[in-house]
């Protein structure tokens, strides 16, 4: 019923920039949040950014001075400026949604399939 579609993942050299995109289809009635978690093998997923549709935005501290989430609330897109990449920003990049689905008025957590950043030093 809903669906979350990423893209711009890709490598850069260590000092680039690369810029994520999300944009959530379907039946959505509203939006709480959208956020960008990024996980490497044997490691648990973990947050990078999130933006409320309503507040401040939150940046893990690895993401804080280098990283800047934007959302477009009318197109249900959130987005993912990343800056000064290291190598060890290399990862999958998945986008998240905490949204109410307008067929059954009920929340629900969804999960994009992920984009590869691959950093080279």
């Known amino acids: 019923q809903v669906q979350l579609v990423e893209s711009g993942g890709g490598s850069v050299q260590a000092g680039g920039s690369l810029r994520l995109s999300c944009a959530a289809s379907?039946?959505?009635?509203?939006?709480?949040?959208m956020g960008w978690y990024r996980q490497t093998p044997g490691n648990e997923r973990e947050l990078v950014a999130r933006?409320?549709?309503?507040?401040?935005?939150t940046y893990a501290d690895f993401a804080k001075g280098r990283f800047t989430i934007s959302k477009d609330n009318a197109k249900n897109t959130v987005y993912l400026q990343m800056n000064s990449l290291r190598p060890e920003d290399t990862a999958v990049y998945y986008c998240?949604?905490?949204?109410?689905?307008?067929?059954?008025?009920?929340?629900?957590?969804?999960w994009g399939q992920g984009t590869q950043v691959t950093v080279s030093s």
């Open positions: 379907g039946s959505i009635f509203s939006v709480n949040t």
């Open positions: 998240r949604a905490y949204l109410r689905v307008r067929a059954t008025m009920t929340w629900a957590e969804v």
């Open positions: 933006a409320p549709t309503k507040g401040t935005s």
